[in-house]
C-alpha cells in the first residue's frame, strides 16, 4: 500500500488535459452556434428566394410595408400589384414580404 502513496506523489499535480485546452472548447461552441443560427437562416432565405422567382400574376401578396395586393404584372426586379379597383402601384419584388394566406373554409 505504500508504494501506492509513493507513485501518486510523484504524479505531476499540473498535468495538461485534452479538455483543459480552450481549442477543444471553443471548436463545439462555433459548430453549435453554425447549427443553431447561421444555418436556419441559409434555410429561410433561399426558402424566400424561391418564393419570389415563383411569383405569377394572380399572386395575393403582402408587401413588407404591409400592404396587400393582387399581382397583375412582372417587369424583371418589379412587381405591378392591385390593391384597390382601378389602383395600382409598383413596387421592387424583394420588397415582397409573402404570400397571402388562403382564409379559412367554416
Known sequence: M????????????G???VLGNPIFLIIPMFALLYFMM???QQRRQKKIAAMLQDLKNGDKVITNGGIY???VGLE?????LRIAEQV???IARHAIGGL???PKES
Not at 505504500?2 to 507513485?7: K, R, T
Not at 424583371?76 to 405591378?80: A, E, K, L, N, P
Open 2 to 13: 505504500p508504494e501506492c502513496l509513493a507513485l501518486l506523489a510523484q504524479a505531476p499535480a
Open 15 to 17: 498535468g495538461s488535459s
Open 38 to 40: 447561421i444555418m436556419p
Open 69 to 71: 395586393g393582387t399581382i
Open 76 to 80: 424583371g426586379d418589379t412587381v405591378q
Open 88 to 90: 395600382k402601384i409598383k
Open 100 to 102: 397571402q394566406a388562403d
